[in-house]
């Protein structure tokens, strides 16, 4: 077998490992707001252990990244290829993190009552989901319209967290005792805005490896 050709299957498993973490992280995001939502304990524990997958897929990502760069010959394209890899793994990994400080929030409230029924949270976990799955296929396609479209959906990530920021910031002025748990959801919503962004980072880096352009897709 010719270098080039093992070159290429080493990419290739590159490419794959990077989807495996990324169907990790997407289950990661719905268990802990299904968690969350449910108040079970269980599940966010197993969100917080299962981050440990998560980061050591990443480590193998980057040093397998690291050797292909420094034991092979790659061409430019290979070379945006690995580079935007090193890079959505990196949002992925931070996606992640995300997921566990829920996780840690379910644990936090798992005893009380909550002041209001959840339906703006998971309605941004489900948001949020889609855009990670949608995402990784717009890479995986290197399909540019498909990158532009799912950025977009962060607009609507942020509209709802705008509103649910007024919501609860009315809530606690007019009722101190719900100030704590009110905080607590407001991190929730703050965490899937930023997941929400680290995606649209992911659709950034499929126009980048397709066209070799960087473009601010979070303007």
Known sequence: MSPRKVFEMELNQLHNDLLRMGSIVEKQIHKCIKALVEQDVKLAEEVIKNDDIVDKLMREIEDKSIKLIAMQ???????RFIFTCINIVTDLERMADHAVDIAKIAIRLKNQVY??????????????????????????????????????RDDIIDEIYNNVFNEL?????????????????LFVCKFLERIADHVTNICEWTIYIVTGEQVDLNE
């Open 73 to 79: 010959q790659p061409i430019a394209t290979d070379l």
């Open 115 to 152: 002041i209001k029924e959840l339906v703006d949270i998971p309605k941004m976990g489900q948001i949020v989901s889609g855009m990670i799955k949608d995402g990784l296929d717009t890479y995986v396609e290197r399909d540019l319209d498909s990158a532009y479209e799912i950025s977009k």
């Open 169 to 185: 910031m009315s809530a606690m002025t007019q009722d101190k005792n719900k100030i704590e748990q009110a905080t607590q959801f």
